[in-house]
């Protein structure tokens, strides 16, 4: 029940660019440039407070939300959704309480209302997708059922984890284990994880094993026949570092009621059908690299 979320690119937005700057891809005919995400890299950075390093994985990342963001903004103004009395009225008053704060003034105020523009006009076409393509009760209902036939009969555990860098020190901790030390009192000795140290490496959570299946398939394999007390040995994962998983408890998953669920279900659903028109923008899409 895994969930792409393409939402989130719709909320980066162009910058100004520079005569020097260099075309990095061309969606329908609009040029995105190095300059643009040269500006969305030190905006980032500036909020992280240096933080955040730049890569190019942070780079191409940038670049594929910039895709995202002038495809939805080209099919909103093609649906002239700018021209919408919610959408103007939201403008006119954005302006104006930047007039009456004096954040007009402020020197990157333009490029400040250009991201405020095209984060708008992206809510116009997601309420525009939503309108003609609403969530109905009867699916969240569907939804609901669909969730609960999935996770019946199946088990959820809450889970300990003893991770450390090298596989000496997981072997150590495994020894320590096996000569009945206790888990948390292990987990406290070796793990590298800060909150492990504090907690005992339990967490407070219980994950779903189907979940688990699905997201860690490894560690699912792992702990999936453990009876309640019982650890793996040391898994490595793909960073190098290892780990002992620890089940600290197993029941029976605990759904929650339609009630408790609908307004999550509904949300995802929401999500899924903004997804899909974002998907059909891509599949139409002229979109040409310049690598």
Known sequence: MKKTYLTSALMLAAFSGSLMAQTLVTVNGTKIDSKEIDAQVKMLQSQSNGQLQDSPALRQNL???????????????????????????????????????????????????????????????????????????SDVQRAYTDFSNFYKGSQEVQLGEILTRSSADAQKAEADLKAKKSFQTVARQYTIDP??????????NYVRLKDLEQGAPV????????????????????????????????????????????????QDLQTARIDQAVAALYQKADIKSAN
């Open 195 to 204: 909150q492990g140290k504090q907690n005992g490496g339990i967490a407070q």
């Open 219 to 266: 560690v699912y394999g792992a702990v999936k026949d453990l009876r309640k007390g019982a650890y793996t040995a040391p898994l490595q994962s793909n960073d190098g570092l290892y780990a002992i998983f620890y089940v600290n408890d197993k029941r029976a998953v605990k759904l929650p009621t339609f009630d408790e669920a609908k307004q999550g279900l509904a």
């Open 63 to 137: 670049t594929q939300r910039q895709v995202t963001q002038t495809l939805v903004t080209q099919e909103a103004r093609r649906l002239k959704l700018e021209q919408s009395s919610q959408y103007k009225q939201a403008l006119e008053q954005a302006r104006a309480a930047a007039k009456q704060d004096g954040s007009d003034k402020q020197p990157n105020f333009k490029q400040q209302w250009a991201v405020y523009e095209g984060d708008l006009l992206a809510q116009a076409y997601m309420a525009h997708v939503l309108t003609n393509n609403p969530v109905t009760d």
